[in-house]
């Protein structure tokens, strides 16, 4: 593996995600602006906060693999959520869970962020992810 994360003592705990990661390695994928749009592209699957989450990590999986990296490769994710809430929080991570097992997400997450935006590129695009990759 050439990525090492870590939550060094002193920081802010608990979170479900770590706070550091190191990446060890030459190659750098970066995938972004992974929605929840089908393969098709011709609607957004599904139209929940949850749903959007766990399908825009299903995507970001494709775009890893497809480089040859997984998300034990990812150095960072970076969310932006459109009119956040706070009370969103809770589908934000019950979208995270409902794909933990089937894509393998290592517990904790990779150092993350979730900004909030108030939209993004299509209207009723709930969330977008990109993550960050290193490879030996």
Known sequence: MS???L???GMFQPVPYHHVAV???????????????NEEADRLFP??????VGQA???AAKGLAAAGASF???VRMRFFLTRSRPEMFEDFMAGIEAVRAELQLPSPLP???AIGVDFLFEPDVLVELEVY???P
Do not use: E, K, Y
Request: charged residues 25%; without cysteine; glycine residues 10%.
């Open 3 to 5: 990525v090492d994360r």
């Open 7 to 9: 939550t060094p003592p």
């Open 23 to 37: 990446g060890t390695g030459t190659r750098h994928i970066h995938v972004a602006g992974q929605i929840s749009r």
């Open 47 to 52: 139209d929940d906060l949850v749903g959007q």
């Open 57 to 59: 990590f299903r995507n």
């Open 72 to 74: 034990d490769d990812v």
């Open 111 to 113: 150092p993350l962020s």
């Open 133 to 135: 990759a290193v490879l």
